[in-house]
């Protein structure tokens, strides 16, 4: 019987099925009994790990809120910047990432008190967050707007007041150009001098900065907000209080309710009628000013004694075609040390925002009893970028006793008389000193790093994988090694 059953399988198949299947037979044997159940546990036990990893570092430790449909609800997203281990501007004691914090919580108390509104934070307490992470988290809870909190300093601390960064492309520029004109006409109203609304680039032609560029890609209008300067003089009034940084926070909530016309019983306000002039959407890339200004002209009063000393009227003349002049600044020793840097106004006072448009201004510079002076103006556009005048030489006043006050050098403009020159608000010549590390702010063009949930989760799934394949290698080699001592029988 056993050789009849032998040759059947011989002339089918059927033994071939068999042999292919032995290596599952005895897999089956050797998974029975205790084996079976520590090797069950095991497995349980790795993927149990994996599905508890994954789903702690996808939920985090905030909770998504859940996003309602509601299409009249507007949505925002407030995102501190910096916190953890990423201080922002570190100066004289004061941290943007707390600064920021406290004036986003401000801002979300405050909106919490309008009607047609929801609210969220991308972090409300002192954690690091990446760039990417904020946005996500943006845009997993559907924000139609996301407003980036900032405090600025600048590389040599001779920065001041407040300015606003918007995409440079499409929709994204207009919303967030729309925004900013509100913002930007509060801030000043404060008192802060108007540093202007403006875009920059990557050598990409991207958006430089990260949050807007990844804003972009989710087609999510953003902004950056810089309230003022923490390492400058002029601004530290606006920012060295507890009450001035909840105060920043009201201020931005009522511009987002001016936005978006929003009304508050609680407070007793409706913007519901307020109107603006929409900016148009560009064709274009909106680019920045990459040309220096044209200083067209610096001209010289007589000198004359003043309370303080001796003084001189002078008249600057310069422009820029793409963009507004912003400062000047000047120094008497032909360059080696400067002033400060002086807000471009004209002789009716300081105007506010665009309307800044005058070429002429007036000021009044001091002159030496001591020394000679080689006077250099320098004048700076929106941007940053900036042009000098030549050097004018100014001889120092002439003791009681001397009849001539000197000539000018040779190659040096004569001195011209200026009739009605006003005080620009310069009180003394100012010795800056000079710094060489700058603090940045944002650093968008960095190497984004590895997102550590992904690295834990790919370790361990990457042992679990080695450990499959162990045990199947073993069952495999043990299934192998069995059958050679049953053939040798």
């Known amino acids: 019987m056993k050789q009849v059953l032998l040759q059947k399988m011989n002339n089918s198949d059927q033994y071939d099925r068999l042999r292919t299947g032995a290596g599952f037979l005895r897999m089956k044997e050797v998974f029975t009994g205790k084996k079976a159940c520590i090797s069950g546990l095991f497995m349980t036990a790795i993927l149990s790990a994996v599905v508890f990893v994954c789903a702690f570092f996808a939920i985090g430790s905030a909770v998504i809120p859940e996003v309602k449909a509601d299409p009249d609800i507007v949505r925002i997203c407030i995102d501190p ?12 004691g004061y941290l943007e990432k707390d600064m920021t914090l406290i004036v986003a919580e401000a801002m979300r108390e405050e909106l919490a008190k309008y009607e047609g509104i929801e609210v969220f934070m991308t972090r409300t307490s002192d954690v690091d967050m990446s ?12 924000a139609d707007f996301f407003f980036c909190l900032h405090f600025n300093m600048s590389a040599d601390h001779d920065m001041y007041g407040a300015e606003c960064w918007v995409s440079a492309f499409d929709s994204k520029y207009a919303r967030g150009m729309d925004f900013a004109k509100i913002e930007m006409r509060a801030l000043t109203d404060l008192g802060l001098y108007d540093r202007g609304i403006k ?3 990557n050598s990409k ?15 999510m209008p953003g902004i950056i907000i810089e309230h003022c300067h923490l390492d400058n003089y002029n601004d530290e009034e606006f920012y060295d209080h507890h009450d001035m940084l909840v105060k920043y926070g009201i201020l931005d909530a009522t511009c987002v309710a001016m936005y978006y016309g929003l009304r508050s019983d609680e407070l007793g306000v409706d913007y519901s009628d307020m109107t603006y002039e929409e900016t148009p959407v560009p064709t274009s890339v909106v680019k920045p000013d990459d040309t220096d200004p044209v200083l067209e002209s610096v001209i010289y009063g007589e000198p004359y004694e003043a309370e303080g000393g001796t003084w001189t009227d002078v008249e600057i003349k310069a422009h820029d075609d793409d963009c507004r002049m912003l400062y000047y600044s000047y120094s008497t020793d ?32 001091p002159v030496s009893a001591e020394r000679d ?34 000539q000018p050098a040779e190659g040096i403009s004569q001195t011209t008389d200026i009739q009605n020159g006003s005080d620009g608000g310069i009180s003394a010549y100012s010795d800056i000193s000079r710094y060489d590390e700058a603090t940045e702010i944002e650093r968008p063009d960095e190497a984004v790093k590895p997102d550590t ?26 299934n192998h090694r069995s059958s050679g001592r049953r053939r040798r029988r």
Not at 357 to 364: C, K, N, S, V, Y
């Open 81 to 92: 910047g910096h916190g953890g281990e990423n201080l922002g501007a570190d100066y004289n």
């Open 199 to 201: 875009t920059r680039l």
């Open 334 to 365: 032909g360059g080696i040390h400067w002033s400060e840097r002086y807000r471009w106004m004209d002789d009716e006072g300081e105007l506010i925002g665009d309307a800044i448009l005058t070429d002429t201004i007036h000021t009044t510079i």
């Open 373 to 406: 002076m080689y006077v250099i103006f320098k004048v700076y556009n929106l941007y940053n970028l900036d042009s000098e005048s030549e050097p004018y030489y100014m001889a120092k006043p002439p003791a009681p006793e001397e009849e001539d006050q000197g």
């Open 205 to 219: 032609g991207t958006n430089y900065y990260g949050v807007l560029r990844m804003a972009d890609e989710v087609d």
């Open 453 to 478: 949930a992904f690295i834990v989760i790919a370790v361990i799934l990457a042992v679990c994988i080695l450990l499959v394949l162990l045990i199947l290698g073993y069952v495999v080699y043990d």
């Open 131 to 142: 760039l990417e992470e904020r946005v996500d988290y943006a845009a997993e809870v559907g």
